[in-house]
């Protein structure tokens, strides 16, 4: 086999649309592009989506959602899921590894929900005021 021995596979590929052969061929003349018009013309094309002047349907439809880029990386955990962590340390690693977040985040933030019942010391994670003040209260410390 060689390089200039190649060839497409019969039926791949369509033969080109010779065009302005005589009225014969059925794209004599005007080339199969009728008669007057945007289309007949060369350069006339309109952009996808163009309904002739009146308003296209994306924009007459309303803009809806938001899908944040850093959504799946930032995570929120409530006070009373801290006692699922062993020991009393809880950083990123050992609230990955008590399967409270994924393993592909990249941030957490301890929020006040719930109660918190043992004393635990955090650490490397941002807390809210009230989460800061709630394990305080019950011995712990954030570092």
């Known amino acids: 086999m060689r390089l200039n021995s190649l060839k497409p596979a019969p039926g791949s590929r369509r033969n080109a649309k010779r065009v302005g052969r005589g009225a014969a061929t059925g794209n004599g ?3 199969g592009r009728g008669m007057k018009g945007q289309h007949s013309r060369s350069g006339g094309y ?3 989506g163009f309904e002739g002047g009146q308003m296209p349907l ?29 020991g009393d340390m809880a950083s990123l690693e050992t609230l990955k590894k008590a399967r409270l977040i994924p393993k592909r985040t990249e941030r957490a933030k ?7 019942s043992k004393a635990i010391t955090v650490k490397g994670i941002a807390v809210t005021a009230g989460a800061r ?10 570092e």
């Open 133 to 142: 003040q709630a394990i305080e209260t019950a011995g712990g410390s954030v």
């Open 29 to 31: 003349k005007t080339c």
């Open 110 to 116: 301890i929020i006040a929900s719930g109660t918190l």
């Open 58 to 86: 994306q924009r007459r439809l309303p803009k809806v959602g938001f899908h944040s880029m850093h959504g799946h990386l930032r995570v929120e955990v409530r006070l009373h899921e801290l006692a699922l962590v062993e």
């Open 46 to 48: 309109h952009k996808v």
